[in-house]
Each structure stands twice: as structure tokens, then as C-alpha cells.
């Protein structure tokens, strides 16, 4: 049973430069979230597919971040023209319906550092 | 605005002892209420979870009573061992599938 995997698990930047992550979710579930958690704070959410479709997005979301879910199976974050505001956990969740709710199971991360 | 609110932001609690951490909501659209624990550099982990047609749920060493009219839950830890020891936190959201909100997180640490 494989769980949601992200990578790269850290990446060190210089500010100004894009970076992109990537996340596969558990196998056969159909949303996908992404989140993002500074230090000392809980995860904050930024957007999420349901398959393809991506249904939803935060404030926080600025226009230099933009998310994909090709053919409704990984997806990639990309983040251009990094600042060090950015530096944070970037983390990635899926979830199918279990019931009567989603269970969102999250994956280990990607420590962005932009210096 | 907060809309989830975290109690306390850390506690101690002796081997073998409950505890108790409470969060608060604002939004009387929330209808799923799940509780993570997260260790340093790891990614949360989901404990257990409740709607609010219940009023407690349990799941082994781990409890959430829910009180909708107060619009608080909370969760209760028995037996608390040493490695229950992370951060935990509580999260809301107001339609099951669709963002998680969540609260600004408990560091527990249970000391043998």
C-alpha cells in the first residue's frame, strides 16, 4: 500500500527562480489537494483537483503559483520568480470518499528554502 | 480571521496520563471536524475524525467529543506514552472533500 509521495523532498532556490514540485497521489483517489505550512503553523490549503478538474483556490495562491493534474494523476507546483516569503512545506494530500466524508492523507512534504 | 482556534499551544503530560486538547469554531457551516499528529519533518497524519450528528467518537487511546451548540470539540489521549509525543492539530471544513482548515497546532510532550 503505497501512500502519497512528493518530490523533491527539499529544494534550496535563489530568489527569483522557479521551481516546480510534483506529487503522486494514493492510487485510485480522485482529489488532490496542496497545502502550504510555515513554521509553527498548521498546514494552509492553496488549491484542489477533483480528477483533472481543479475546483478551488486560495488567496494565497498568487499569480506566480500555478498548479496542474494532467489526465487526473500527479500533479506539479510551480512557483516562479520565488521570494523568500515562499520558503515553507509544501504539502500534498488526496482523498476519496470513505462513507460519509473525504479522508485527506497527506505525503512527507517538499521543503522549499529560497535564499 | 481565525476561523479555528487551538488550545493549548503546548502541554506536558506524565506517562500513562490524559491529555486534552480543545479546539473552537466559527463557522456553523463546518460539518467535518478531523484531528492530525504530525512529527518533525514528516507530513500529518490522520488520527480520527468526526461529523457533527455525533457526539463522541472513539478510536483506541484516542477520543473526540464534539459539542456542536458550543461549537467546540476537543480530543482526549489515555494512557499517554512518549511516543504520542508531536504536534497535533485540529481541522474543519465546511463541506467533506473541500479544504481543511486548520488550527495553529498543540506540541504535546509526555515525559516517561
Same mark, same amino acid.
Given at each position: 500500500?503505497t501512500?502519497?509521495?512528493q518530490d523533491p523532498?527539499?529544494?534550496?532556490t535563489?530568489?527569483?527562480q522557479?521551481?516546480t514540485?510534483r506529487?503522486?497521489p494514493?492510487?485510485?483517489?480522485n482529489?488532490?489537494y496542496?497545502?502550504?505550512?510555515?513554521l509553527g503553523q498548521?498546514?494552509?490549503f492553496l488549491?484542489y483537483?477533483?480528477?483533472?478538474?481543479q475546483?478551488?483556490?486560495?488567496?494565497?495562491l498568487s499569480?506566480?503559483?500555478?498548479?496542474?493534474r494532467?489526465?487526473?494523476?500527479?500533479?506539479?507546483?510551480e512557483i516562479?520568480?520565488?521570494?523568500q516569503?515562499?520558503s515553507a512545506?509544501?504539502?500534498?494530500?488526496?482523498?476519496?470518499f470513505?462513507g460519509?466524508?473525504y479522508?485527506?492523507y497527506?505525503?512527507?512534504?517538499t521543503?522549499?528554502t529560497?535564499? | 480571521q481565525q476561523q479555528?482556534k487551538q488550545?493549548?499551544q503546548?502541554?506536558i503530560v506524565?506517562k500513562?496520563?490524559?491529555?486534552?486538547?480543545n479546539?473552537?469554531?466559527?463557522?456553523t457551516?463546518f460539518d467535518?471536524f478531523?484531528w492530525?499528529?504530525?512529527?518533525?519533518?514528516? %507530513?500529518? #497524519? !490522520?488520527?480520527?475524525?468526526?461529523r457533527?450528528?455525533v *457526539?463522541?467518537?472513539?478510536?483506541?487511546?484516542?477520543?473526540?467529543?464534539?459539542?456542536?451548540?458550543?461549537k467546540?470539540?476537543s480530543l482526549?489521549?489515555?494512557?499517554?506514552q512518549p511516543g504520542?509525543?508531536?504536534?497535533?492539530?485540529?481541522a474543519a471544513?465546511n463541506?467533506a %472533500?473541500? #479544504? !481543511?482548515?486548520?488550527?495553529?497546532?498543540?506540541?504535546? *510532550?509526555v515525559?516517561?
Amino acid at each position: 500500500d503505497t501512500g502519497v509521495s512528493q518530490d523533491p523532498r527539499h529544494k534550496i532556490t535563489k530568489r527569483g527562480q522557479n521551481v516546480t514540485f510534483r506529487c503522486d497521489p494514493i492510487s485510485e483517489h480522485n482529489r488532490l489537494y496542496w497545502y502550504r505550512q510555515t513554521l509553527g503553523q498548521g498546514p494552509e490549503f492553496l488549491t484542489y483537483f477533483q480528477n483533472e478538474a481543479q475546483l478551488e483556490k486560495s488567496r494565497l495562491l498568487s499569480d506566480r503559483f500555478s498548479a496542474e493534474r494532467p489526465k487526473g494523476s500527479f500533479s506539479t507546483l510551480e512557483i516562479q520568480r520565488t521570494e523568500q516569503g515562499d520558503s515553507a512545506m509544501y504539502l500534498c494530500a488526496s482523498s476519496l470518499f470513505s462513507g460519509s466524508y473525504y479522508e485527506q492523507y497527506f505525503g512527507p512534504g517538499t521543503r522549499l528554502t529560497v535564499t | 480571521q481565525q476561523q479555528v482556534k487551538q488550545s493549548p499551544q503546548s502541554l506536558i503530560v506524565q506517562k500513562g496520563g490524559i491529555s486534552i486538547i480543545n479546539c473552537a469554531y466559527e463557522n456553523t457551516a463546518f460539518d467535518y471536524f478531523p484531528w492530525y499528529q504530525q512529527f518533525p519533518g514528516k %507530513g500529518p #497524519a !490522520l488520527l480520527i475524525a468526526i461529523r457533527p450528528d455525533v *457526539s463522541e467518537k472513539k478510536e483506541g487511546r484516542f477520543t473526540i467529543s464534539f459539542n456542536k451548540s458550543a461549537k467546540q470539540f476537543s480530543l482526549h489521549i489515555m494512557d499517554s506514552q512518549p511516543g504520542d509525543s508531536a504536534t497535533y492539530f485540529c481541522a474543519a471544513a465546511n463541506q467533506a %472533500g473541500t #479544504a !481543511l482548515i486548520f488550527g495553529k497546532g498543540t506540541t504535546l *510532550s509526555v515525559s516517561s
